[in-house]
Nanobody, 126 residues
Framework: QVQLAESGGGLVQAGGSLRLSCVAS????????MGWFRQAPGKEREFVAG????????DYADSVKGRSTISRDNAKNTVYLQMNSLKPEDTAVYYC???????????????????WGQGTQVTVSS
């Protein structure tokens, strides 16, 4: 079992920045890939960013590419999502998730992730 706890969400004006954190407990953190997803009201959960077990490779949704950076600190069992130049359309609940099965690269499919956090709300005002 893996427990994931997100933090760092909040209310920010358009153009601002936030850094989300997700702390994992349970199994060895470095043995699974990590992803960030988001879900806005009335919309499906969508991939935002993902990072491989070692942190050597990452992937981003087109909507956040160039504005966001995912990183991880395996010594601290933590994955981060730095978001800059935030837009009102970034408003959503953000979830981190852990992927046990993918051996190479980053998967963007929510169903491939085995464990999920409770989410943290990000609201961007115009």
């Amino acid at each position: 079992q893996v427990q994931l706890a997100e933090s760092g969400g909040g209310l920010v004006q358009a153009g601002g920045s936030l850094r989300l954190s997700c702390v994992a407990s349970g199994r060895t953190f470095s043995t699974y890939g990590m992803g960030w997803f988001r879900q806005a009201p009335g919309k499906e959960r969508e991939f935002v960013a993902g990072i491989t077990r070692s942190g050597g490779s990452s992937d981003y949704a087109d909507s956040v590419k160039g504005r966001s950076t995912i990183s991880r600190d395996n010594a601290k069992n933590t994955v981060y999502l730095q978001m800059n130049s935030l837009k009102p359309e970034d408003t959503a609940v953000y979830y981190c998730a852990a992927d046990w099965r993918t051996r190479v690269g980053v998967t963007t499919t929510p169903s491939r992730y085995d464990y999920w956090g409770q989410g943290t709300q990000v609201t961007v005002s115009s």
